[in-house]
């Protein structure tokens, strides 16, 4: 049984760009969750995908959008970059939809924008 | 509103000695509780999580945290601290019916030989 993977692993833009990050769940998970984690604080939640369909959004402006595919691996993409962008994004998985449940996180994408 | 208070960005402890980190919640329904684990350059590992069974909850690792609604607290512990502990942790809450998890800002633990 693979774990949460996701790509890349690291990432140079520059403001304005836009970047597209990937996460593959692990295996039979149908949740997905996407979270920021500037350096030194914790993680923020973006947004959550259950069977493809979006769940619940934290306060991120709209250019961070994302898709969850059939096969339930999902995308996170952010349009008009900002240097505050950077940091690292984690994607978690779980078997289930709820607040209990626990979620496995993948080792992160970390975004640098100049 | 769900939030998280650690108290203490930086824990430092002696080898085999007691670790304790702290952590105090809010929220105005009953919670899920949750403590995290983070290795340099490494995705978040679950420690353990409350959830409105057994009050003291075991984890791995040797690990364990007690819920206590009074002190609206959910404070980690560890007998004996190894080097290989040396890492970030991070307190964690979400509530029935939500859909996100509030994590508290961190609270590194330093292992000293």
């Known amino acids: 049984e693979t774990g949460v993977t996701q790509s890349p692993t690291h990432l140079i833009k520059t403001r304005g760009q836009q970047v597209t990050l990937r996460c593959s769940s692990q295996?039979?998970?149908?949740?997905v969750s996407w979270y920021q984690q500037a350096l030194g604080q914790g993680p923020q939640f973006i947004f959550q995908y259950y069977r493809e369909e979006e769940n619940g959004r934290g306060n991120f402006p709209p250019r961070f959008s994302g898709l969850q595919f059939p096969n339930y691996s999902s995308e996170l993409n952010v349009n008009a970059l900002e240097l505050d962008d950077s940091a690292l994004y984690l994607c978690a998985s779980s078997w289930e939809l709820g607040s209990g449940e626990t979620q496995y996180f993948g080792p992160g994408t970390r975004l640098l924008v100049l | 509103a769900q939030s998280v208070t650690q108290l203490g960005s930086h824990v430092s402890v002696s080898e085999g000695a007691l670790v304790l980190l702290r952590c105090n919640y809010s929220?105005?329904?009953?919670?899920?509780l949750f403590w995290y684990v983070q290795y340099p350059n490494q995705g978040l590992q679950l420690l353990l999580k409350y959830t409105s069974a057994a009050t003291l909850v075991k984890g791995i690792n040797g690990f364990e945290a007690e819920f206590k609604k009074s002190e609206t607290s959910f404070h980690l512990t560890k007998p004996s601290a190894h080097m290989s502990d040396a890492a970030e942790y991070f307190c964690a809450v979400s509530v029935t019916g939500g859909f996100k998890t509030i994590f508290g800002a961190g609270t590194r633990l330093f292992v000293k030989a």
């Open positions: 929220s105005s329904v009953p919670p899920y």
């Open positions: 295996s039979g998970h149908n949740t």
